[in-house]
């Protein structure tokens, strides 16, 4: 993409180590399941943690509907769920906690969370991704009421330059936009952060890649994993529009807006977003925002900021943000001329690319 822009800070990059957990295939439509283990991976509060699952695959699981507990005479576990306001969520359909049987979900029990991920449901294209091969690793985050379709096709590039890729759906993502109704920011991290850790397991270095809100959800990464760098598209941190300010009331009393999504120049682009914004998931949007400007100054991994001249979603307030509070010294920005807010599905993709294939080459001396 010719000459690189001169940096406008200078830090030496980190590398990250193995993660904890990896995410594995198993039975029918079950895409990745996930086991944690001990206190230590429990809010203070020993809050329910979602866990998204399918009615009963392969006989591991009860339906969701079942009241009470469920014994698993495998482990000699047990598997309460909780039901109310729970249902019909395609691949979202229950909250399950796996505890000792007779003691209560406190700390001293140490308790088991068990995560399942189901294609049951989905949008065309939402599916999650993960392939390739390599000693890089690279995440993908998408952004916000869309889904892995508007990556894709960058996945498929870092793939075929010889890169491990993972792009996770994101909880209330790709099904429909009430799902979104039902879950935190801090649901979208924790699968941001199962992603990497999976990631960083099985390669020597770890890079993120992100569009929209999915770069608030990297730039928090970066501020507590090790990322080698970040590669940010019309990343949103805030905004200047003074209607957010009244959303937390808003929501109560209305729950969606009209669609944001596909904001695409190129006749045709779609990134198969929900038609309808739903306004308690922006409220969650914007509690996300504050996380992420109060840990800019943690993030000190290599930045590079691809940001559309015209950009019908994100002002320009997030990249002044990004770049005025962040910790990195290193931080360039690449102007898109002829791409709107989903570059990555627009007329300038193949730039992007290419410039994130030179950024990590530039790092990892490839």
């Known amino acids: 993409m010719g000459t690189w822009p001169t940096p406008l800070r200078n830090q030496p990059s980190t590398r990250p180590q193995p993660g904890m957990w990896k995410s594995s295939a198993f039975a029918g439509n079950v895409i990745g399941r996930l086991i944690i283990a001990g206190s230590r991976n429990v809010s203070p509060a020993d809050r329910w943690l979602p866990a998204r699952m ?140 199962r992603a990497y850790d999976a990631l960083a397991a099985e390669t020597d270095q770890v890079f993120v890649g992100a569009l929209s809100m999915g770069g608030s959800l990297a730039l928090e990464l970066g501020a507590h994993r090790p990322v080698t760098g970040l590669i940010l598209v019309n990343p949103s941190v805030r905004t200047n529009d003074k209607r957010f300010l009244v959303l937390p009331l808003l929501s109560r009393v209305m729950r969606s807006i009209p669609a944001i999504g596909n904001d695409i120049a190129q006749p045709g682009g779609d990134e198969g977003a929900y038609d309808r914004t739903p306004l308690k998931g922006v409220v969650q949007l914007t509690k996300l925002w504050r996380a992420v400007q109060g840990d800019l100054g943690k993030v000190t991994a290599p930045v590079l900021m691809f940001r559309s001249q015209t950009d019908h979603v994100v002002d320009p307030s997030s990249a002044a943000t990004i770049i005025r509070d962040i910790g990195s010294h290193d931080v360039r920005e690449v102007m898109l001329e002829r791409s709107y807010h989903v570059a990555t599905l627009d007329y300038d993709a193949q730039e992007i690319f290419a410039g994130c294939a030179g950024f990590i080459a530039s790092l990892v001396g490839g």
């Open 54 to 193: 399918t009615p009963p695959v392969s006989g591991m699981f009860s339906s969701p509907s079942t009241q009470g507990r469920n014994a698993n005479t495998h482990t000699g576990l047990t598997r309460r769920y909780l039901n109310s306001s729970y249902s019909n969520l395609g691949p979202f359909t229950g909250l399950a906690r796996t505890v000792a049987p007779g003691e209560p979900p406190n700390g001293s029990t140490a308790p088991t969370i068990e995560l399942v991920t189901t294609t049951a449901g989905l949008r065309e294209g939402a599916e999650p991704f993960s392939g390739g091969s390599g000693t890089i690793g690279i995440l993908l985050i998408h952004g916000f009421t869309g889904s892995p379709r508007s990556l894709r096709p960058w996945a498929d590039d870092l793939v075929a330059r010889g890169y491990r890729v993972e792009l996770p759906l994101l909880p209330g993502h790709g099904t429909r936009w009430e799902d979104m109704d039902r879950v935190e920011w801090t649901d979208w991290y924790a699968e941001v952060e």
